[in-house]
């Protein structure tokens, strides 16, 4: 398993209750893990490999806004109804990664608010990065056809 803080919160117990809902999965060069907007049934700890997350650009097809590497988790939309991914996911070279059902994620964080609590603070910090590297990555893309006077929000 790649090295990751991500389970560090949760007690031993509690980790096997998240592992116990794990399956280990790869992926080819390519494919395609998801697309915005279908429904969000998994989440993944990537172990080897990158995957870019994408969006749909109306004239430019998909653009890449962040790319994840090993330790990372890929998928945070399985928490929020209506449990449909915010962004599309694909592939770069050969991708390993475990795979969490968020059916059985979710049943877990009910059964268990403790589990839950520490789920959803991990789950915040993904958003909160993906969200900042979004921005950044449209200002990049489109920072100077901002005009001034709006760009300071």
């Known amino acids: 398993m790649a090295d990751t803080t991500l389970f560090d919160d949760l ?14 999965v ?3 060069d390519g494919d395609r893990l998801f697309e915005e907007g279908g429904p969000a049934g998994y989440c993944w700890l990537i172990r080897h490999g990158r995957v870019a997350l994408d969006t749909a650009v109306p004239g430019r097809g998909h653009v890449v806004v962040q790319t ?7 998928g945070w939309s399985w928490l ?6 915010h962004f599309g996911a694909r592939a770069i ?25 520490a789920l959803t603070r991990q789950l915040l910090a993904v ?3 993906r969200l900042q590297t979004t921005r950044a990555r449209l200002l990049d893309l489109y920072g100077d056809a901002i005009p001034e006077d709006t760009a300071r929000g």
């Open 11 to 24: 007690t031993a117990p509690e980790r096997e209750a998240f592992f116990s809902t794990a399956r280990e």
């Open 80 to 85: 929020v109804p209506p449990y449909r991914w």
């Open 127 to 129: 958003v909160l990065d």
């Open 93 to 117: 070279g050969a991708v390993q990664a475990t795979a969490f059902d968020a059916a059985q994620l979710r049943a877990l964080a009910d059964q268990d608010p403790r589990l839950g609590y």
């Open 26 to 28: 790869s992926y080819d």
């Open 68 to 74: 994840l590497g090993p330790g990372d988790l890929l």
